[in-house]
C-alpha cells in the first residue's frame, strides 16, 4: 500500500501543481515588477482562475470513479468509452468558460471586487483574465489525462509535464516583465502558453503502446446515462472549486470595504500559497479518492483501512514538514513577493504566510477524510463539508474576524475554519452507527459492505514458498466455505502457477516486491484477484501472441490456467498488475 500510494501522489501532487503554478509564478512575478496594486488586482482574479480548472481536475475525478468500476470489472472497451468521453466533456466546458470570460470580462472583473475603492484595478483584472483563458481548452484537457496517468502506471509523465510547464513559465513571464515590459495579459498569456507546452508532453503518453487509455466511442451506449454519471461523481470537486471561489471573493470584498490595498496585497500573497502549497494537500486528496473508489469497488474492507493509516502516516509528514518550512522561510517568501523596505506591507505578509502555515495540516487531514469520504460513494456529505468549509464556514468566520482585529483577521481566520470543520468530521464519524467501534466507524461503510469475513480470504507472499504455502490455506479456505475439490484444485493451481510466474519473472529486477491474493465467495461464484508490483505484464496477450504456436509444451501452466476458469481479465492500474479470475 505505501509503495502505491507515494507512487500516485508523485503524479497527483505534480498535477495539481501544474495547475497552481503558473497562477503562483505570476503572483511572484506581479510582486516584484509590477508593483503592489498590479499585486492586488491578481488577488482579485484568483478566484476566478481557480474557477478555470474547473473541467479537467473535476471531470477527471468523476469519470475516474466509473472508468475505475468497469476496470475492476475487466471491461476495457466501455472503460475507454467513459474516458474518451469525460476528455470530450472537459473541452467543451473549457470552450464554454472562455467565451462567456471573452463576452462578460468587464463585468466580471466587477464581481471580482474591482469596484468603488478599487475601480482603478478593473483593467488590470481584465487583462489577466482575458490572456488566462487563451490556454484553457489546452490546460483543462491535459489536467483530465493526467488525472488518469497514475492509473496506467505513469506516474513520471506528470513529473515531466509539470517541470516543462513550470520552466516555460517562469522563462516567459522574466522576458515579458525585464525585456518586452509587459502588463498583466501578456503574463496571463505566457500562463497560457505553458499550458500548452503542459499538454503537449502530456500527449506522448499517447505514443506508448503498453498504456490502457485509449480513445474510443466506438459502439458506446447510455451515453446520457454515463454523462449524468460522470457528473454526480464530480460533484464533490465541482462543490470545493465553486464555493472556495465564491468564499474567497466574498472574503475579497470584505477585507477590500474594512481595511486598504496593503492587507489585500498580503491577503493574496495567504491565498496565492493556499493554491501553491495547496498541492500537495490536494494531490493527496485526490490519490485518496482515487484509492478509495478502487477498493471501494472491490469491496475491500482491509484496502481501505490501511488506506486510511498510509494516509495518516505519510500525508502528515509531508504536511507538517512543509508547515515548519513555510513558518521558518516566511521572510524570504514575503521577500519574493514583497519590496522589503515597504516594512507594514512585508510584516503584515509574513504573518499571513505564517498563519498559513499552521493550517497546512489541518487542511491535510480535511482534504483527506473528504475524499475518502467522495471515494466510497458519500457525495452528499463531501459536498456539504465541501460547502462549509470553503463558504458556510468562511464568510461568517472572516466577517468576524476582519470586524475584531482587522484587516489582520482574513487570515487569522484560516486555522480557526479549518479547525472547526474537522470537529464537523468527528462529530459525523462518530454518529455514523453510534453501536460500533471506533475502528469500524471511520471507515464509513455500510453494515452489508462486502461479503461476510468467512467468505473472504486475503493472504500476501513475497517468495516461492510463500505461494506453495498458499495452496494449502487456500484449499482449507474451500472446504470451511462447502466449495468443492474440483473447483478448490483449480483456485489452488491458479495461484500455484500465476504466483510462481510472477516471481520468476516480475521479482528479478532487485527491488522488493509482494503478492497480494484476495478471495471471494460470493454467491455462487468463486473470484480471485492477484495484484503484484512488478514492470507492466498482461499475460493474456502474451497468450494470444505466443499460446497457439503448436509447442504443446510452451507455456502449458498459463495454457492450464485459462482452460479450467470461467473467465480471466487483466487491468493495469496504479502501479499493479491485477488478475481477475472467475473459477
Same mark, same amino acid.
Given at each position: 500500500m505505501?509503495?502505491?500510494f507515494?507512487?500516485?501522489?508523485?503524479?497527483?501532487?505534480?498535477?495539481?501543481?501544474?495547475?497552481?503554478?503558473?497562477?503562483?509564478?505570476?503572483?511572484? @512575478?506581479?510582486?516584484?515588477?509590477? /508593483?503592489?496594486?498590479?499585486?492586488?488586482?491578481?488577488?482579485?482574479?484568483?478566484?476566478?482562475?481557480?474557477?478555470?480548472?474547473?473541467?479537467?481536475?473535476?471531470?477527471?475525478?468523476?469519470?475516474?470513479?466509473? *472508468?475505475?468500476?468497469?476496470?475492476?470489472?475487466? $471491461?476495457?472497451?466501455?472503460?475507454?468509452? @467513459?474516458?474518451?468521453?469525460?476528455?470530450?466533456?472537459?473541452?467543451?466546458?473549457?470552450?464554454?468558460?472562455?467565451?462567456?470570460?471573452?463576452?462578460?470580462?468587464?463585468?466580471?472583473?466587477?464581481?471580482?471586487?474591482?469596484?468603488?475603492?478599487n475601480?482603478?484595478?478593473?483593467?488590470?483584472?481584465?487583462?489577466?483574465?482575458?490572456?488566462?483563458?487563451?490556454?484553457?481548452?489546452?490546460?483543462?484537457?491535459?489536467?483530465?489525462?493526467?488525472?488518469?496517468?497514475?492509473?496506467?502506471? &505513469?506516474?513520471?509523465?506528470?513529473?515531466?509535464?509539470?517541470?516543462?510547464?513550470?520552466?516555460?513559465?517562469?522563462?516567459?513571464?522574466?522576458?515579458?516583465?525585464?525585456? !518586452?515590459?509587459g502588463?498583466?495579459?501578456?503574463?496571463?498569456l505566457?500562463?497560457?502558453?505553458?499550458?500548452? =507546452?503542459?499538454?503537449?508532453?502530456?500527449?506522448?503518453?499517447?505514443?506508448?503502446?503498453e498504456?490502457?487509455l485509449?480513445?474510443?466511442?466506438?459502439?458506446?451506449?447510455?451515453?446520457?446515462?454515463?454523462i449524468a454519471?460522470?457528473?454526480?461523481?464530480?460533484?464533490?470537486?465541482?462543490?470545493?472549486?465553486?464555493?472556495?471561489?465564491?468564499?474567497?471573493?466574498i472574503s475579497?470584498?470584505?477585507?477590500s470595504?474594512?481595511?486598504?490595498?496593503?492587507?489585500?496585497?498580503?491577503?493574496?500573497?495567504?491565498?496565492?500559497?493556499?493554491?501553491?502549497?495547496?498541492? !500537495?494537500?490536494?494531490?493527496? /486528496?485526490?490519490?485518496?479518492?482515487?484509492?478509495?473508489s478502487?477498493?471501494?469497488?472491490?469491496?475491500d474492507?482491509?484496502?481501505?483501512?490501511?488506506?486510511?493509516?498510509?494516509t495518516?502516516?505519510?500525508? =502528515?509528514?509531508?504536511?507538517i514538514?512543509?508547515? @515548519?518550512?513555510l513558518?521558518?522561510?516566511?521572510?524570504?517568501?514575503?521577500?519574493?513577493?514583497?519590496d522589503?523596505?515597504?516594512?507594514?506591507?512585508?510584516? !503584515?505578509?509574513? %504573518?499571513?504566510?505564517?498563519?498559513?502555515?499552521?493550517s497546512?495540516? !489541518? *487542511?491535510?487531514?480535511?482534504f483527506?477524510?473528504?475524499?475518502y469520504?467522495?471515494?466510497i460513494?458519500?457525495?452528499k456529505?463531501?459536498?456539504?463539508?465541501?460547502?462549509?468549509? &470553503?463558504?458556510?464556514a468562511?464568510?461568517?468566520?472572516?466577517?468576524?474576524?476582519?470586524?475584531?482585529?482587522?484587516?489582520?483577521g482574513?487570515?487569522l481566520?484560516?486555522?480557526?475554519?479549518?479547525?472547526?470543520?474537522?470537529?464537523?468530521?468527528?462529530?459525523?464519524?462518530?454518529?455514523?452507527r453510534?453501536?460500533?467501534?471506533?475502528?469500524a466507524?471511520?471507515?464509513?461503510?455500510?453494515?452489508?459492505?462486502?461479503?461476510?469475513?468467512?467468505?473472504?480470504?486475503?493472504?500476501?507472499?513475497?517468495?516461492?514458498? $510463500?505461494?506453495?504455502?498458499?495452496?494449502r490455506?487456500?484449499?482449507l479456505?474451500?472446504? %470451511? &466455505?462447502?466449495?468443492?475439490?474440483? #473447483?478448490?484444485?483449480?483456485?489452488?493451481?491458479?495461484? %500455484? $502457477?500465476? /504466483?510462481?510466474?510472477?516471481?520468476?519473472?516480475?521479482?528479478?529486477?532487485?527491488?522488493?516486491?509482494?503478492?497480494?491474493? #484476495?478471495?471471494?465467495?460470493? %454467491?455462487? $461464484?468463486?473470484?480471485?484477484?492477484?495484484?503484484?508490483?512488478?514492470?507492466?505484464?498482461?499475460?493474456?496477450? *502474451? +497468450?494470444?501472441i +505466443?499460446g497457439?504456436?503448436?509447442?504443446?509444451?510452451?507455456?502449458?501452466?498459463?495454457? =492450464? @490456467?485459462?482452460?479450467?476458469?470461467?473467465?480471466i481479465? +487483466?487491468?493495469s492500474?496504479?502501479?499493479?498488475?491485477n488478475?481477475?479470475?472467475?473459477?
Amino acid at each position: 500500500m505505501e509503495k502505491v500510494f507515494l507512487q500516485s501522489i508523485q503524479a497527483t501532487i505534480a498535477n495539481k501543481f501544474t495547475r497552481a503554478a503558473g497562477v503562483a509564478v505570476d503572483g511572484v @512575478v506581479v510582486g516584484m515588477f509590477l /508593483g503592489v496594486e498590479s499585486l492586488a488586482a491578481y488577488g482579485l482574479a484568483w478566484p476566478l482562475a481557480m474557477i478555470y480548472a474547473l473541467p479537467g481536475s473535476t471531470l477527471s475525478g468523476g469519470t475516474r470513479n466509473l *472508468y475505475s468500476k468497469y476496470l475492476g470489472h475487466g $471491461e476495457t472497451e466501455t472503460a475507454a468509452n @467513459v474516458f474518451t468521453l469525460g476528455l470530450l466533456l472537459s473541452a467543451v466546458c473549457s470552450l464554454a468558460l472562455a467565451a462567456i470570460t471573452f463576452i462578460f470580462v468587464e463585468p466580471l472583473g466587477v464581481l471580482l471586487g474591482a469596484s468603488g475603492e478599487n475601480a482603478g484595478l478593473l483593467l488590470l483584472v481584465c487583462q489577466y483574465l482575458l490572456g488566462l483563458i487563451i490556454g484553457l481548452p489546452f490546460d483543462n484537457m491535459a489536467k483530465y489525462i493526467a488525472g488518469f496517468l497514475g492509473m496506467d502506471s &505513469n506516474y513520471r509523465l506528470v513529473v515531466t509535464g509539470m517541470t516543462v510547464a513550470t520552466v516555460t513559465n517562469i522563462a516567459g513571464d522574466i522576458i515579458v516583465v525585464a525585456l !518586452l515590459g509587459g502588463d498583466m495579459f501578456m503574463l496571463g498569456l505566457t500562463t497560457s502558453i505553458s499550458r500548452m =507546452m503542459y499538454f503537449a508532453a502530456i500527449g506522448t503518453h499517447f505514443l506508448r503502446k503498453e498504456r490502457m487509455l485509449r480513445f474510443n466511442l466506438t459502439g458506446i451506449t447510455g451515453v446520457r446515462e454515463k454523462i449524468a454519471v460522470i457528473f454526480a461523481n464530480s460533484t464533490p470537486a465541482v462543490c470545493d472549486r465553486i464555493f472556495s471561489s465564491l468564499g474567497a471573493v466574498i472574503s475579497n470584498c470584505i477585507l477590500s470595504a474594512a481595511s486598504g490595498g496593503i492587507y489585500l496585497a498580503a491577503y493574496s500573497v495567504h491565498k496565492s500559497l493556499t493554491s501553491f502549497i495547496g498541492s !500537495l494537500y490536494y494531490g493527496i /486528496g485526490d490519490t485518496v479518492w482515487i484509492l478509495a473508489s478502487v477498493y471501494n469497488g472491490e469491496e475491500d474492507k482491509k484496502a481501505l483501512d490501511e488506506l486510511q493509516k498510509v494516509t495518516l502516516k505519510i500525508g =502528515m509528514g509531508i504536511a507538517i514538514g512543509a508547515a @515548519v518550512l513555510l513558518w521558518l522561510f516566511s521572510p524570504g517568501i514575503a521577500d519574493i513577493y514583497m519590496d522589503i523596505d515597504d516594512t507594514k506591507t512585508f510584516g !503584515l505578509t509574513i %504573518e499571513a504566510i505564517q498563519m498559513f502555515a499552521l493550517s497546512v495540516p !489541518l *487542511y491535510l487531514l480535511f482534504f483527506s477524510f473528504v475524499n475518502y469520504t467522495a471515494g466510497i460513494g458519500r457525495l452528499k456529505a463531501a459536498n456539504n463539508f465541501y460547502f462549509m468549509a &470553503n463558504f458556510g464556514a468562511i464568510v461568517p468566520v472572516v466577517w468576524v474576524m476582519v470586524d475584531i482585529f482587522g484587516g489582520r483577521g482574513a487570515w487569522l481566520a484560516t486555522p480557526v475554519i479549518q479547525l472547526l470543520i474537522l470537529a464537523g468530521a468527528a462529530g459525523y464519524i462518530y454518529f455514523h452507527r453510534s453501536s460500533d467501534r471506533y475502528s469500524a466507524k471511520r471507515l464509513l461503510l455500510p453494515p452489508d459492505f462486502c461479503t461476510a469475513l468467512d467468505k473472504e480470504l486475503s493472504i500476501t507472499a513475497d517468495s516461492i514458498l $510463500e505461494v506453495m504455502g498458499m495452496s494449502r490455506i487456500v484449499t482449507l479456505f474451500c472446504q %470451511e &466455505n462447502g466449495i468443492s475439490r474440483k #473447483r478448490a484444485g483449480a483456485l489452488a493451481h491458479c495461484i %500455484e $502457477e500465476l /504466483g510462481v510466474n510472477i516471481i520468476e519473472h516480475g521479482f528479478n529486477d532487485g527491488r522488493p516486491h509482494a503478492i497480494d491474493v #484476495r478471495i471471494l465467495v460470493k %454467491e455462487n $461464484e468463486l473470484i480471485l484477484r492477484i495484484r503484484d508490483d512488478c514492470r507492466p505484464f498482461n499475460p493474456l496477450n *502474451y +497468450y494470444q501472441i +505466443y499460446g497457439h504456436d503448436g509447442n504443446l509444451e510452451k507455456n502449458i501452466g498459463l495454457r =492450464m @490456467v485459462i482452460n479450467m476458469t470461467k473467465s480471466i481479465k +487483466y487491468v493495469s492500474t496504479m502501479g499493479t498488475n491485477n488478475l481477475i479470475i472467475k473459477i
